[in-house]
C-alpha cells in the first residue's frame, strides 16, 4: 500500500502564550510562558495532479490558528475546578483553588480543554485544523492528521488522528 502527505513546519508556525498546568494532586504551575513552535503532518490521497494539498493553500491556514493564540493567556475551560468569569469592566477573573488572577479579557482565551498541556494544544489545533481542512477541501479524503506542539526545544507534544480501517 502507498501513502502520501505532506510535512509542515514553518518558522512563522508559532505563537507566544502564557498558561500554567494543573496537575492530578491539585498543585499547579506558576504561572509563565512560552514560545510554542507548531508542526503539521497530512496525508491523504493524491490528485490527478499530483498533490495531496496545496502547501500554499494550507500555510495561511495553520498560520491563522496558530495567530488567534499569539501573545495570550490560555485557560482550560473544561478544568472542573479553574473558573473564569468576565466582569462588566472588561476584566476576566480567574480562580483556581487559592489562586487569583486578573487580566484584560481580551488577552484571555478559555479553551474547550481540560489542561493547557502542549499534548491538549495539539489536540486543539489538530481539530481546528481538520475542520477546515474539510470546510476548504471538500474532495481531499484524509486519511492521517498530526499536530505538535512545541513548547521548548526538543519537547514537544502531538495528537494525530486516523481514518478507521473500512
Known sequence: MENWG???AKQ???FSAAHFLIFPDGTCERLHGHNYRVFT???AGITEYGLVIDFKKIKPIVKRLVDELDEHLLLPGEHPEL???????????IHYLDRYYAAPTE???VLPINNTSSENLACFLGRRLMDELQQQFPSV????VLVAVEETSGQRGRWEWTQPPE
Open 6 to 8: 505532506i510535512d509542515l
Open 12 to 14: 512563522a508556525f508559532k
Open 41 to 43: 503532518e497530512v496525508d
Open 83 to 93: 473558573m473564569a468569569a468576565e466582569r462588566d469592566d472588561g476584566v476576566t477573573e
Open 107 to 109: 488577552d484571555v482565551i
Open 141 to 144: 479524503i484524509l486519511d492521517r
